[in-house]
């Protein structure tokens, strides 16, 4: 993943007002251009506002592209985002 192409994550606002925090799994599909055309949340953090935010962030992410026999092909990657109000 190339850390440059991604959003920085924003805290949403109603989860600072309610204080959610939690750990976010997520999986993308990651096309051979290495743009995000899938996700799913593996394991939510409890919150759906955070849930959201990190689909949000790590879809606007450029990857580098799975490949098999030499040739990019699309692949699923697994991610995890930590949201700490520390």
Known sequence: MDKQ???KPVYPKAALINEEAG?????VLVAPDGNVVDSK???????KTLDKATVKVFS?????????DGKAQ?????????????
């Open 5 to 7: 192409t991604c959003e």
């Open 23 to 27: 750990a976010v799994a997520l999986s």
């Open 41 to 47: 949340i593996e394991k939510s953090s409890g919150s």
């Open 60 to 68: 606007s992410c450029k990857f580098k592209p799975g490949t098999k």
């Open 74 to 86: 699309q692949a699923w990657v697994k991610l995890e985002y930590v949201w700490s109000l520390s």
